[in-house]
């Protein structure tokens, strides 16, 4: 679609993500902590229609999620509306297969989306920086999402970096209910801390492209802070262990845990070992490109 012609209505994917290395290096004077980490977009992905509209609305396939103006990926519209100073709105409808507060960034990947989408559909042709300064005010996963692939982030998450990425195979296990970030960190304690090595070491692993050196560099300093909220984090890993997964680990501040498999097929005989039981589970791949893509529809 030539970048002149804005059409009035779009469709997007919005892919979720899992952090492949998580570190807390410290808090920060402002209450948040200083990280280190180690984003990769995966296949498992929201859908939203964007349709140019006089007011800010929406409707959302998910019973979880609220519809007024706390919404994240609405709070993004009503954002980008203000400082753009645009008089138009929006009519957003979110078809949501990411679940919800699960540390796979659904919320965050759908207000990139919806940055992204209204810069089209509002024709303002804004440069990378200036969404991502928006975004940053949103959540510290949002500036990530409007890039995507494999990159590492640094200060409380928000400053990205393209890394290498290479191609991997993940089971994403979930629990089936929600874990608040806000609360996990604030488990945290200095014994928690490290050092950003095991960011290093990850960016290395992914750069050698050897699926079992990515499974042995996993590390997430959130794991145990979560743990203490959430028991079953501890009952999925040692599933997707028995079930055949090369390594672990949670993503983000959980609850989401993922395996490492060998082939996009054993992920999904993993997936299919693990199905008994009463989590949701998915065989994803990694996305190398944008994690957030849009047609004209
Ligand atoms: O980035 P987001 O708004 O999703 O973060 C939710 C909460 O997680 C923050 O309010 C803060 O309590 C915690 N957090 C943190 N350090 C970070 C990112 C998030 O303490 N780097």
Redesign the pocket.
Known sequence: MPRSRHPRRLTLTAAAKVNLALEILG??PD?????ATVFQAVDLADRLVLEDADELTMTTTSGELPIDGSNLALRAAAALREAAKVDRGVRLHLDKRIPVAAGLGG??TDAAAVLLGLDRLWNLRWPRRRLAEIART?????PYFLAGGAAVGR????EVTKAAGMPLALVLVNPGRPLD??A???R?TPAMYSGGDMTERMVDALRTRRTTKVASSLYNGLEAAAAAMCPELQRMKAALHAAGALGTLMSG?GPTVFGVARSFEQARQIRARLSRASWSCWAVRSVSGPAVRMRAA
Not at 155 to 158: K, M, V, Y
Request: no cysteine; aromatic share 8%.
């Open positions: 808090k920060r209450g948040y902590h200083e990280l919320g965050s949103l959540g510290m996963d949002v200060g409380r998450g928000e970030t806000a996990v960190y604030g945290v501040s």
